[in-house]
Every structure is written in C-alpha cells, then in structure tokens.
C-alpha cells in the first residue's frame, strides 16, 4: 500500500473511531495510538500528512458539513454511516484545502473513492 493512501486510511480510522465516540476523545490521541499501530514504518513527513488531514476535517468539519447536507439533503449527516461520512469528509478536506499541485482534484477524488472501498 502506497504511503500516502495508508495516511488517508490512518486518517479516516481516527476520525471514524472519534466520531464513534461522539468526539468525546481527543483526536490526538487516536490520531497516534493508530499512526504506532498501522504505520509503523510511515516516514515523519507521511505521519505528518496523517495529522494534518485529521484535525484539518476535524477543525474544518462544519463547513464541510454544510457542503455534504447542501449536496445531499435527503442524507442528514447524522443519518450517514460514520465511514460514509468521513470518507466524504476526507475527500471533500483535500478538494478545499488542499495542495493542488500536490494532489491534484482528480487524485483528491480517486483516493476518496479507494478508501472506501475497503470500509
């Protein structure tokens, strides 16, 4: 598995394990108990990918919302599967706000797609 969609899997476990806990815990701390137990051998720049994917959706998360309720309103987010949702999250993260000439919008959108497929 390519480095960069084992960061996104990483990334989409923590954000699936904190949203199942109502985002009670902190996302730091999933965010590192899961970046030890499946990447352990992520270089420093790909954990770093991780982290800023996560708390990027995480800080980011209600206007990305508002996009995903605005394009589907007959699919409340509390009505999605929580990998549904943060897949879309993810996706939606690295269309906005991310590096475009790092990855581009088709990449953005192929890697979300890949994701979940797995889930």
């Known amino acids: 598995m390519a480095s960069r969609h084992l960061s996104r899997s990483i990334a ?3 954000l699936y394990e904190w949203d199942f806990y109502g985002k009670q815990n902190e996302l730091s701390e999933a965010l ?3 970046i030890e137990e499946f990447g352990p051998g992520l270089e420093d720049g790909n954990k770093d990918f991780v982290r800023r ?3 990027g959706v995480a800080e980011n998360m ?3 919302d508002a996009i995903i309720e605005k394009a589907a309103p007959e699919w409340p987010i509390s009505q999605l599967t929580i990998v ?5 999250r993810l996706g939606l993260f ?5 590096n475009k000439e790092e990855v ?3 990449v953005a959108l192929n890697e979300a797609i890949e994701l979940a ?3």
Request: overall charge positive; glycine content about 4%.
């Open 12 to 14: 989409m476990q923590s």
């Open 104 to 106: 581009p919008p088709k």
């Open 94 to 98: 690295e269309l906005i706000y991310g």
């Open 32 to 34: 590192e108990r899961n």
């Open 53 to 55: 994917l996560a708390t």
């Open 117 to 119: 497929k797995p889930f």
């Open 84 to 88: 549904d949702r943060n897949v879309l």
């Open 62 to 64: 209600n206007y990305i």
